[in-house]
């Protein structure tokens, strides 16, 4: 007997017989909505959840004592020094959150051509790094490679003649990375996209004797209009030059995110990241269903913008739309998510048992 939506086709043609008990009732043998009818069958039926052990989140650190700086166009988010970072961690602990990430501003008296602080072992991210795991040894630190928090220019790499110098480039970051992962830092996580880096990273990484340091590559990376607001929390806004559009990708493009993530994949990277987040999750799902690896998205600070802007002014409820993009990801295929609204989302999901 064919079988189609539920029900025999054969029995489709047969009347119910009459007198339903319901008047007026459709003739549906499937109804989706009986799934739907309390909280209890939602629950039973629901494909997706999010848990606290999916989420990283990202911190932004600045030089001093005892300081918590609002960045302006990211409501609920601040710059913290070294020590406040650390109460953060305890925080991250707390809620279970497995790891954070860091991002420096850096004093504009340091910011060079070269970005020759990123290479400093002394730099802030260093110092928050050891700061971090003397204390909370168990809560997974991840440290971002690219030059940008650290260039005069505001781009991620080396700049010659108006052009970003790839080969170049990657010889210094491999110089950041082992400055982190030698402070202790768990997830190197190059967000540059030069070509090649994840191979040579890794190359760094073995020949130091840092081999369980893991790599967490931003392999698909969009040039988006999403990042303006991480780039007022690094102080790059005002000085970048230009645009990115010669190594981060085009947001026309999805092919080209695959080819990305498989050359990363064959550098060594642990795992994948796609980012923006959710303009992109289309890209997530092609990515976690080509390449089964661990995929992570990176919900960023245009994204949360949106939401917590929109939320301040009552447009929309924050805490639901904060909770529904997080799903989304899930939904998408990602194992978890960067996305500042990390510990609001983990309080949330503590109050919900
Ligand atoms: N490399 C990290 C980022 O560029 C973050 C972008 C954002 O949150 O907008
Ligand atoms: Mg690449």
Excluded at 77 to 103: G, H, N, W, Y
Excluded at 227 to 246: E, H, M, N, V
């Amino acid at each position: 007997m064919a079988i189609k939506y539920g029900r025999p086709i054969e029995l489709r043609e047969v009347a119910r017989g009459t007198g339903t008990a319901v008047p007026h009732a459709l003739d549906l043998t499937v109804r989706p909505r009986r799934n739907r009818k309390a909280e209890w069958a939602r629950r039973m039926v629901r494909e997706n959840v999010l848990t606290t052990d999916d989420l990283i989140w990202p911190l932004f650190l600045i030089d001093g004592d005892n300081k918590r700086e609002p960045v302006a166009s990211m409501p609920g988010v601040e710059r913290l020094s070294v020590d406040q970072a650390v109460r953060e961690a305890e925080r991250a602990m707390k809620l279970t959150i497995p790891c954070i990430a860091l991002f420096p501003y850096t004093d504009p008296s340091l910011r060079d051509e070269e970005g020759s602080e990123a290479t400093n072992p002394n730099n802030l991210v260093c110092q928050a790094v050891r700061a971090i795991k003397k204390e909370f040894p168990d809560i997974g630190v991840l440290c971002d490679v690219a030059l940008d928090p650290f260039t005069s220019h505001g781009h991620d790499g080396l700049i010659s003649d108006g052009k970003i110098l790839n080969d170049e480039t990657v010889a210094v970051l491999v110089r950041q990375a082992l400055v982190q992962a030698e402070a202790g830092c768990d997830i190197i996580a190059p967000s540059d996209m030069m070509d090649g880096r994840v191979a040579a990273i890794r190359e760094g990484l073995d020949r130091a004797g840092l081999l369980d340091v893991q790599i967490m590559a931003y392999a698909a990376k969009y040039a988006s209009a999403f990042y303006g607001p991480f780039r007022d929390a690094i102080g790059s806004a005002k000085t970048l030059t230009g645009d990115k559009r010669t190594y981060q990708m085009d947001s026309a493009n999805s092919d080209e995110a695959l080819r990305e993530v498989e050359l990363d994949i064959a550098e060594g990277a642990d795992m994948v990241m796609v980012k923006p987040g959710l303009p992109y999750l289309d890209v997530v799902r092609r990515v976690k269903d080509t390449f089964a690896m661990p995929t992570f998205a990176y919900q960023v600070s245009g994204e949360y913008a949106m939401i917590a802007a929109a939320a301040g002014n009552g447009w929309l409820d924050g805490d639901r739309a904060m909770m529904e993009s997080l799903l989304a990801f899930k939904r998408a295929g990602a194992d978890g998510v960067l996305s500042y609204f990390a510990p609001k989302a983990a309080e949330k999901l503590r109050a919900q048992g």
